[in-house]
């Protein structure tokens, strides 16, 4: 009997610290979220509902906020510059990054760790300590106000991360699965084509997907070394603020769709996890 009761109290012991749990965890996701709820119900109101006093919660919905955007080249045309400049940084992070992690964890040199560390300071030093310099560079070689300044710039951002990521993910990987590649006859880079690469899918594109948010919502770098050719999501939305008024429908609604890229990319990227982790699983 006092055993039935222990494990009754265990029980509701238990069950009390994952209700409490829970309701910290949704009272955080409310905060969390509150601001994100409080902009889309702004890009669905009419200017007169935004502006009232006390705010309302129960209006009509619209969309002119939303074709006011998709019709303006305003938000159009920084959303287009964003997909491009982040997208190009990517692709450069990826050339550079990957081959780099790949050397920092398989192979051993004088300065190692040091050029790791180099790497990784990037990330470490706040913009704008740095954003003088790379605009009087910028600016000296015709860089700024352009696509491929942008794209090189953001790897002070988008580099580091994967870099690191990387390469701890390369170490966990037993050297053996090279050694067996190299016994049947093949390269080093065969071994990383067809062995590591798929077993780094995970590494790989959590890496990516966390660079792709670091880069579209970066804003004090393309705000000093980006111009009207170049602008970006992050200061395109401030073209909705004026100085007699703010256009806080459209900004709201550019606001909301700014953030479906990144929304989207975390959802292929998740994919793309999960296909890695079990990429090597047996059947039957």
Avoid at 93 to 103: D, F, K, Q, R, W
Avoid at 175 to 183: D, G, I, M, R, T
Avoid at 247 to 256: E, L, R
Wanted: charged share 15%.
């Amino acid at each position: 009997m006092p055993d039935v009761q222990y494990q009754r109290g265990r029980r509701r012991r238990r069950l009390i610290k994952q209700s409490v749990a829970a309701g910290a965890l949704t009272l955080w996701c409310l905060f969390a979220l509150a601001p994100l709820v409080w902009i889309f119900m702004m890009s669905l109101k009419a200017p007169q509902d935004i502006i009232t006093y006390p705010p309302k919660f129960v209006f009509t919905p619209t969309i002119d906020n939303y074709l006011t955007v998709f019709s303006d080249d305003r938000f159009l045309q920084p959303f287009i510059n964003s997909l491009i400049v982040t997208l190009g940084s990517l692709v450069l992070t990826l050339v550079i990054g990957l081959p780099t992690a790949y050397s920092l964890a398989r192979f051993r040199f004088k300065g190692q760790e040091s050029i790791a560390f180099g790497i990784l300071s990037l990330r470490f030093a706040p913009e704008l300590l740095i954003i003088l310099p790379l605009y009087l560079m910028f600016q000296s070689v015709g860089l700024r106000d352009s696509y491929l300044g942008l794209i090189l710039a953001y790897q002070l951002v988008t580099l580091p991360m994967l870099v690191w990521m990387l390469r701890s993910f390369i170490e966990d990987l037993p050297p053996e699965l090279e050694e067996a590649v190299a016994v049947d006859g093949g390269t080093r880079w065969t071994a990383f084509r067809h062995v590591l690469l798929r077993l780094l899918l995970p590494g790989l594109a959590a890496s990516l997907m966390l660079s792709f948010v670091w880069a579209w919502n970066s804003y004090i770098l393309p705000l000093v070394l980006g111009g009207r050719n170049t602008a970006v999501v992050t200061t395109g939305i401030q073209s909705y603020i004026s100085h007699q008024s703010i256009d806080w429908g459209p900004m709201a609604a550019a606001t909301m769709i700014s953030i479906l890229p990144g929304i989207l990319f975390a959802i292929f990227s998740l994919r793309w996890i999960v296909s890695g982790l079990t990429a090597g699983t047996v059947k039957g």
